[in-house]
């Protein structure tokens, strides 16, 4: 079973625009979730993450990501893009267990038009 | 530099060849993964140690694929008899033990083509 689900792998927006990437999960228990960006052959590096408590949180690079409990959602958000913003952008839950593993979804492009 | 470090960063191999790569976490971490990732894909859990226990492995790591953690700080990953179908990015990460929400630090990945 899925848990984590990236709608649209390719994104597209204009330099100074919304930037909005979405990520629904599923899980019988309170999740952890995360994003994450990858720019080329790169490792992927953590942009933000909710684990309890408010649910709009902040990361770095003037990101941010709301949790949405009633519709399993924790869609990116960013309210100007910039070139600088095109990479690989990754949702990512933890499930609980021992072992902390994360789960990835598969991934979306985001590209930045001048 | 303080954070995850994986060598070489690029390996190229002919089929059926041993290859092993190499991860050095952040140094009081004492969580280790390692990750697949193909192209167009998120990473994939591969395995898991905590100090030098291997305590989770995959589906996804076949018999071929060994990996060790030998006094719970660097780890190796080592694939025998590779295959065309084994060209992946190989990602480590490590996290410290506290909970679920410290998340984890990736290096930059070991890419790997077999030919």
């Known amino acids: 079973a899925q848990s984590v689900t990236q709608l649209g792998s390719h994104v597209s927006v204009s330099e100074g625009a919304l930037v909005l990437l979405r990520c629904n999960y599923s899980?019988?228990?309170?999740?952890?979730l995360f994003w994450y960006v990858q720019y080329p052959n790169q490792g992927l590096q953590l942009l933000l993450k909710?684990?309890?408590?408010?649910?709009l949180v902040k990361g770095i690079n003037g990101f941010e990501a709301e949790f949405k409990k009633s519709e399993t959602s924790f869609h990116l958000t960013k309210p100007s893009a910039h070139m600088s913003d095109a990479a690989e952008y990754f949702c990512?839950?933890?499930?609980?267990?021992?072992?902390?593993?994360?789960?990835f979804g598969t991934g979306t492009l985001l590209a930045v038009q001048p | 530099d303080t954070g995850v470090s994986q060598n070489p960063r690029h390996k190229i191999t002919k089929r059926g060849q041993n290859v092993t790569f190499r991860c050095d976490p952040i140094?009081?971490?004492?969580?280790l993964y390692w990750y697949r990732q193909t192209l167009g894909q998120g990473p994939e859990f591969l395995t898991y140690?905590?100090?030098?226990?291997?305590?989770?492995k995959s589906r996804l790591l076949s018999d071929r694929f060994s990996a060790e953690r030998p006094k719970g700080s660097f780890s190796t990953l080592e694939i025998q008899r590779t295959e065309q179908g084994d060209s992946a990015m190989y990602l480590c990460?490590?996290?410290?033990?506290?909970?679920?929400?410290?998340?984890?630090?990736f290096g930059q990945g070991t890419r790997l083509t077999v030919v």
């Open positions: 990460a490590s996290s410290s033990e506290g909970g679920a929400g410290q998340g984890a630090f």
């Open positions: 899980s019988s228990v309170p999740p952890y």
């Open positions: 990512a839950v933890i499930l609980g267990g021992a072992t902390n593993k994360l789960i």
């Open positions: 140094s009081e971490h004492n969580r």
């Open positions: 909710y684990t309890t408590g408010a649910t």
């Open positions: 140690f905590q100090n030098e226990a291997q305590l989770e």
